[in-house]
């Protein structure tokens, strides 16, 4: 059985949404069965296609930021694991600075990529998004 780029578009659009669980797969259930030329009248498979496009750019983004950062912690726990108290917090607290500005560098890095995708003002809004998360998170630092 073929399956159509619309019946997979809209099972994407599904698994993104906020449903639950049950919800979710009795959707997707229905889709499977859906004639594919309902789907395509029900969609516009390029809009899609570049909305997921964003979407794994931007997830990609924030999973390369969120290594960056364990890895700063990871050291951090290990540079500061003799220290007691204050000073241990003092130490973590330099640590967790640099790794949320390493997971900041690699959003902006990534943010570059917008330009490849169809809708660019909807990808950089996206990175805005996460991009001023993060700056968020450091400012709440000092």
Do not use: H, W
């Amino acid at each position: 059985m073929k399956v159509s780029k619309s019946k997979v578009a809209l099972a994407s659009i599904v698994v993104e949404s906020s449903l639950g669980k049950s919800d979710k797969l009795e959707l997707v259930d229905f889709i499977e069965k859906m004639d594919p030329n309902v789907a395509d009248k029900l969609i516009n498979v390029s809009e899609v296609e570049n909305y997921m496009s964003v979407r794994i750019l931007l997830t990609n983004a924030k999973s390369m930021g969120r290594l960056s950062y364990n890895r700063y912690m990871v050291d951090g726990a290990r540079a500061c694991r003799d220290r007691e108290g204050e000073e241990k917090t003092a130490c973590m607290m330099g640590y967790k600075d640099r790794a949320l500005k390493a997971k900041l560098d690699a959003l902006r890095k990534q943010s570059a990529k917008c330009s490849q995708t169809m809708d660019q003002s909807k990808c950089r809004e996206q990175f805005t998004k996460a991009i001023r998360s993060v700056e968020n998170q450091i400012r709440a630092l000092r």
